[in-house]
């Protein structure tokens, strides 16, 4: 009798059997038509595979080759023994089989939903925060008169260990010795007459301690309002008002587009078309050309409250443009990559640098940009006279621009030019025709004559071949330099000023002309040495001094009434352009002489500069460094006393001893301050302190020109040994 067991495979082959001899009959008329059918038919079939067994069942399409077949790379029937093992010879081998990973069911339950609710939750919140600061950022919002922006200067990266170099034309190594013999007789001073003049001197020592410190640090960056990090970095300026800009400026130009540029409104209208309407993405170089060219128009344009600006928050973008300019300018490839915006960003960066009184930087991006113009050949003739006559002419004028520069610092910090005349044939920039451009082209190219002429002072009488000159030869200089001046001089102010830009201001740069040529002329002649045992003030030398002073009283009467702007005009490219060395020699000279009026000269001086103090960081150490010397020579000179080992010539050259017997370095000051605490002699120690501020053949360029090291001077120590 047959088994009915339900777990034999007879079993289900005969249930199988049963199920088709009844379904299939049933549905097979209508199974090509019917969908419905045809789920039932492959159901069946799906029914039938699954009780099949052994050799009934076929292989299944996704069964795996043998491992055989699998590694010979062979054809395989996937039947187990396969035809192709069995053709070899060889054991059949099924492949191997993969454990099934295993994976946790994860039941999403109402706690999971709450969390992707707050998640949500928290962003919609993020969302909504960054478009208000975007909406913020775009929109100019009114800001309170007594808004200050925090001033971001970037030298916090700067290396107090950089030893900066000023050479035998700087006033640095004068104040460092002035500062510490000061000490030296501050100390030496006894007696209750000496008590007003050691006070004095004790307040020159801690200025010149004091602003010593603020100026030693190497400068690496410019300082902005605003940090970079909270700007947007796709912002631009608003168009509208670039186009405002644009069209103000070709009804009257803004005073950088007159003065620094050449073609400038047709410079700065091309530079704007192809930053706000490009046809390919504008260089990095370009965009810190355009932040900084737009930085000077907008910053004239404000200061005149000129109406173009009304409808915006000019200070905002000032302060967007500024801060976008100082950090293109701190780029790699600003710095080394040889082409000509990166050349104008480098020329603007350096005026900025010195408008911040920052000579160093200065000195920095004028060497980058010299390196670049004799890459490109700029200082060569042939280079540039198959371009076309407007180009080449945008190329001049920026070369012409920076040599300028270069060489009026050249002389101030004592290094040498990085433009060698020598090496230099480039023709001057074609002047405007315009008329009321051309009397501010003819100055520039005035100017450019006298900077050649600063830069040949240095490299003939304060170099290191001109000091080991003899004194035939370096008197020759003098007198050949000193004829070059007047002429210049003389040429700059033959210039018919009627009609042109900016009138006011260009007439009071003329006038101011006086100031700086006797400047320049009391360097020259402070070189003068016919002895090497005494160092003599000319009178030649004086008369400069003098007449520099008096010149320069007579220039800030002009400026005095005048707005801020202007007023910071002069204190920045007149005031602090050259040397300030007249106030130091009316200074000993009135110390050596007892004279009221020289004293009268130094206090009108000093309370000139008391008005434009407060217009930067470098007018007020300037004012508060000539006030300390006009204390000390006022206190001398009230306490009615005499100098020891000064004598006056027949010529009238006034003698003071050796500088090369004063204090030289550490052990000098040492070997002084034991000198005069044996002797107890205030006119002995003063006589050597004036002697070294006028000693060793050296100009006394500025106070505001010395970055120098506590390495190289040990300047507190020395300070601190009288405190």
């Known amino acids: 009798m047959p088994s009915h067991d339900a777990s034999s495979p007879t079993f289900y082959r005969r249930a199988l059997r049963l199920a088709s001899a009844i379904f299939i009959p049933l549905f097979s008329s209508s199974i090509a038509t019917r969908p419905f059918n045809n789920l039932w038919k492959v159901t069946l079939i799906h029914t039938k595979l699954l009780f099949m067994s052994g050799s009934e069942a076929p292989r299944s399409f996704l069964q795996k080759a043998c491992e055989n077949c699998r ?29 099934a990973e295993h994976r946790p069911r994860i039941v999403v339950t109402s706690q999971y939903e709450r969390q992707i609710a707050l998640i949500q939750e928290r962003l919609q919140g993020i969302e909504s925060s960054l478009k208000q600061l975007s909406q913020n950022s775009t929109v100019s919002t009114p800001r309170p008169a007594s808004y200050k922006a925090e001033v971001v200067n970037g030298s916090t990266q700067s290396d107090k260990s950089i030893s900066i170099y000023e050479g035998e034309s700087s006033f640095g190594n004068q104040t460092i010795q002035a500062g510490q013999l000061a000490d030296v007789t501050a100390t030496a001073v006894v007696g209750t007459a000496s008590n007003e003049l050691s006070s004095a001197l004790s307040l020159l020592k801690d200025s010149l301690k004091r602003h010593e410190a603020l100026s030693r640090t190497h400068e690496t960056h410019l300082s902005t309002r605003i940090k970079l990090d909270l700007m947007s970095q796709d912002e631009l300026p608003p168009a509208p008002l670039v186009i405002a800009l644009i069209n103000r ?13 050449y073609k400038g409104v047709s410079q700065f209208e091309s530079l704007c078309q192809k930053v706000y309407f490009p046809l390919e993405p504008p260089p990095a170089g370009s965009m810190t050309f355009f932040y900084g060219f737009l930085y000077f128009v907008i910053r004239d344009y404000w200061a005149q409250q000129d109406p173009a600006l009304r409808e915006y928050d000019a200070q905002a973008i000032i302060d967007l443009c500024e801060t976008r300019f100082c950090a293109g300018l701190e780029k790699f490839e600003t710095l080394t990559i040889p082409v000509l915006p ?16 920052k000579l160093s930087l200065s000195w920095t991006f004028l060497s980058a940009a010299a ?13 540039l006279s198959h371009e076309p006559r407007e180009t080449a002419d945008i190329k001049r004028h920026l070369f012409w621009q920076l040599y300028m520069l270069d060489k009026n610092l050249s002389l101030n910090l004592g290094r040498g030019s990085n433009f060698n005349d020598s090496d230099i044939d480039a023709e001057f920039f074609t002047p405007s025709t315009h008329p009321q451009q051309r009397p501010w082209d003819l100055m520039s190219l005035d100017t450019i004559l006298f900077a050649r002429l600063q830069g040949q002072v240095y490299e003939r009488l304060y170099s290191a071949s001109a000091i080991e000159a003899g004194v035939d030869e370096r008197a020759a200089a003098i007198e050949e330099l000193s004829s070059q001046v007047n002429a210049l001089r003389n040429q700059l102010l033959s210039i018919d000023f009627t009609g042109a830009y900016y009138q006011e201001r260009l007439i009071g740069m003329a006038h101011s002309a006086d100031f700086v040529c006797y ?22 030398c004086y008369e400069a001094a003098r007449l520099g002073l008096e010149n320069h009283l007579k220039c800030f009467a002009q400026f005095r009434n005048r707005s801020v702007p202007q007023q910071a005009e002069y204190v920045n490219w007149i005031l602090l352009y050259p040397s300030f060395t007249p106030f130091t020699v009316i200074f000993i000279h009135a110390i050596a002489t007892s004279a009221p009026s020289e004293l009268q000269l130094l206090q009108e001086t000093v309370a000139a500069l008391n008005h434009v103090k407060a217009l930067s960081p470098a007018a007020r150490r300037l004012h508060d460094v ?23 010539r027949v010529d009238g050259t006034l003698s003071l001893p050796s500088a090369e017997t004063g204090v030289t370095g550490v052990e000098g000051f040492e070997g002084m301050q034991g000198m005069m605490g044996q ?8 006589s050597a302190f004036l002697c070294s501020l006028a000693g060793n053949n050296r100009p ?22 009288g405190e």
């Open 71 to 99: 590694l010979r790379k062979i054809k395989c029937d996937k039947q187990i023994p396969c035809a192709s093992c069995q053709t070899l010879g060889i054991t059949c081998q099924a492949a191997a089989a993969r454990a």
């Open 249 to 261: 400026a070709k009804a009257n130009p803004s005073l950088s587009l007159v003065a620094f540029s």
């Open 342 to 357: 990166n050349i104008q960003a480098l020329l603007i960066g350096a005026i900025k640098a010195q408008e911040e009184c």
């Open 371 to 383: 390196t670049q113009c004799h890459t490109l050949g700029f200082h060569r003739k042939s280079t």
């Open 519 to 540: 400047s320049v002329l009391t360097v020259i002649h402070r070189a003068q040495s016919l002895t090497t045992t005494a160092t003599e003030i000319s009178p030649k």
């Open 626 to 648: 000539c006030a300390a010397f006009t204390q000390v020579a006022a206190a001398f000179i009230n306490s009615q006393r005499t100098l020891n080992g000064w004598h006056r």
């Open 679 to 686: 002797q107890g002699q205030d006119q002995d120690a003063l």
């Open 700 to 721: 006394l360029t500025d106070f505001l020109h010395m970055d120098l090291l506590d390495a190289e001077f040990n300047m507190p120590e020395l300070f601190s040994a």
